[in-house]
Nanobody, 124 residues
Framework: QVQLVESGGGLVQAGASLRLSCAASGRTFRNTAMGWFRQAPGKEREFVAAITWSGGSTYYADSVKGRFTISRDNAKNTVYLQMNSLKPEDTAVYYC?????????????????WGQGTQVTVSS
Protein backbone atom coordinates (compact mmCIF):
# COMPACT_ATOMS: atom_id res chain seq x y z
CA GLN A 1 0.00 0.00 0.00
CA VAL A 2 1.00 3.58 -0.65
CA GLN A 3 -0.43 6.53 1.24
CA LEU A 4 -0.38 9.91 -0.47
CA VAL A 5 -0.90 13.25 1.23
CA GLU A 6 -1.15 16.46 -0.77
CA SER A 7 -0.49 19.94 0.55
CA GLY A 8 0.11 23.45 -0.73
CA GLY A 9 -3.27 24.39 -2.09
CA GLY A 10 -4.93 27.71 -1.39
CA LEU A 11 -6.66 30.81 -2.69
CA VAL A 12 -4.64 33.02 -5.02
CA GLN A 13 -5.23 35.69 -7.64
CA ALA A 14 -4.85 35.10 -11.33
CA GLY A 15 -1.23 35.23 -12.39
CA ALA A 16 0.09 33.99 -9.07
CA SER A 17 2.02 30.79 -8.36
CA LEU A 18 1.55 27.83 -6.05
CA ARG A 19 3.57 24.72 -5.39
CA LEU A 20 1.76 21.55 -4.47
CA SER A 21 3.50 18.73 -2.66
CA CYS A 22 2.58 15.06 -2.42
CA ALA A 23 4.26 13.01 0.29
CA ALA A 24 4.21 9.24 -0.18
CA SER A 25 4.58 6.63 2.52
CA GLY A 26 3.80 3.01 3.16
CA ARG A 27 6.19 1.21 0.89
CA THR A 28 9.09 1.87 -1.39
CA PHE A 29 8.68 4.71 -3.79
CA ARG A 30 10.87 2.90 -6.26
CA ASN A 31 9.56 2.11 -9.72
CA THR A 32 6.47 4.18 -9.11
CA ALA A 33 5.29 6.64 -11.72
CA MET A 34 3.40 9.60 -10.32
CA GLY A 35 0.73 11.89 -11.62
CA TRP A 36 -1.32 14.94 -10.78
CA PHE A 37 -4.99 15.20 -11.67
CA ARG A 38 -7.65 17.79 -10.95
CA GLN A 39 -11.40 17.92 -10.67
CA ALA A 40 -13.50 21.04 -10.92
CA PRO A 41 -17.09 21.16 -9.63
CA GLY A 42 -19.44 19.35 -11.96
CA LYS A 43 -16.62 18.05 -14.14
CA GLU A 44 -14.78 14.78 -14.48
CA ARG A 45 -11.34 14.30 -13.02
CA GLU A 46 -8.75 15.24 -15.62
CA PHE A 47 -5.08 14.60 -16.13
CA VAL A 48 -2.63 17.41 -15.40
CA ALA A 49 0.91 16.02 -15.37
CA ALA A 50 2.92 12.85 -14.83
CA ILE A 51 6.51 11.84 -14.18
CA THR A 52 8.47 8.62 -14.32
CA TRP A 53 10.21 7.17 -11.28
CA SER A 54 13.59 8.49 -12.41
CA GLY A 55 12.18 11.89 -13.19
CA GLY A 56 13.70 11.64 -16.63
CA SER A 57 10.40 11.86 -18.47
CA THR A 58 7.42 14.11 -17.90
CA TYR A 59 4.13 14.66 -19.67
CA TYR A 60 1.61 17.49 -19.43
CA ALA A 61 -1.92 18.26 -20.44
CA ASP A 62 -2.03 20.91 -23.16
CA SER A 63 -3.94 23.24 -20.86
CA VAL A 64 -1.01 23.50 -18.42
CA LYS A 65 1.99 23.01 -20.67
CA GLY A 66 4.49 25.82 -20.22
CA ARG A 67 2.92 26.94 -16.93
CA PHE A 68 3.12 23.87 -14.67
CA THR A 69 6.16 21.77 -13.83
CA ILE A 70 6.12 18.35 -12.20
CA SER A 71 9.18 17.09 -10.35
CA ARG A 72 10.07 14.56 -7.69
CA ASP A 73 12.59 14.01 -4.92
CA ASN A 74 12.86 10.28 -4.38
CA ALA A 75 15.05 10.75 -1.30
CA LYS A 76 12.07 12.50 0.30
CA ASN A 77 9.38 10.34 -1.35
CA THR A 78 7.76 13.55 -2.54
CA VAL A 79 6.35 14.79 -5.82
CA TYR A 80 5.80 18.46 -6.59
CA LEU A 81 3.65 20.46 -8.95
CA GLN A 82 4.88 23.99 -9.51
CA MET A 83 2.03 26.05 -10.92
CA ASN A 84 2.80 29.44 -12.43
CA SER A 85 0.62 31.99 -14.20
CA LEU A 86 -2.48 30.54 -12.63
CA LYS A 87 -5.82 31.16 -14.28
CA PRO A 88 -9.37 31.01 -12.87
CA GLU A 89 -9.95 27.89 -14.98
CA ASP A 90 -7.24 26.14 -12.97
CA THR A 91 -9.57 26.18 -9.97
CA ALA A 92 -10.14 22.60 -8.85
CA VAL A 93 -9.29 19.98 -6.28
CA TYR A 94 -5.86 18.64 -7.18
CA TYR A 95 -5.09 14.98 -6.58
CA CYS A 96 -1.80 13.15 -6.46
CA UNK A 97 -1.74 9.59 -7.79
CA UNK A 98 0.75 6.73 -7.95
CA UNK A 99 0.90 3.70 -10.19
CA UNK A 100 2.81 0.46 -9.96
CA UNK A 101 4.77 0.89 -13.15
CA UNK A 102 7.49 2.80 -14.87
CA UNK A 103 5.63 4.39 -17.73
CA UNK A 104 3.71 7.64 -17.89
CA UNK A 105 -0.02 7.37 -18.40
CA UNK A 106 -2.74 10.00 -18.40
CA UNK A 107 -5.72 7.82 -17.53
CA UNK A 108 -7.19 7.79 -14.04
CA UNK A 109 -7.94 4.07 -14.17
CA UNK A 110 -4.26 3.23 -14.61
CA UNK A 111 -3.32 4.66 -11.22
CA UNK A 112 -3.42 2.47 -8.14
CA UNK A 113 -3.25 4.95 -5.26
CA TRP A 114 -4.77 8.39 -4.69
CA GLY A 115 -4.43 11.17 -2.19
CA GLN A 116 -7.33 13.00 -0.60
CA GLY A 117 -6.85 16.13 -2.69
CA THR A 118 -6.02 19.76 -2.03
CA GLN A 119 -8.15 22.72 -3.11
CA VAL A 120 -6.74 25.33 -5.46
CA THR A 121 -8.86 28.41 -6.06
CA VAL A 122 -7.80 31.12 -8.48
CA SER A 123 -9.72 34.37 -8.41
CA SER A 124 -9.94 36.74 -11.35
Amino acid sequence: QVQLVESGGGLVQAGASLRLSCAASGRTFRNTAMGWFRQAPGKEREFVAAITWSGGSTYYADSVKGRFTISRDNAKNTVYLQMNSLKPEDTAVYYCAARNGLGIVATTTRYDYWGQGTQVTVSS
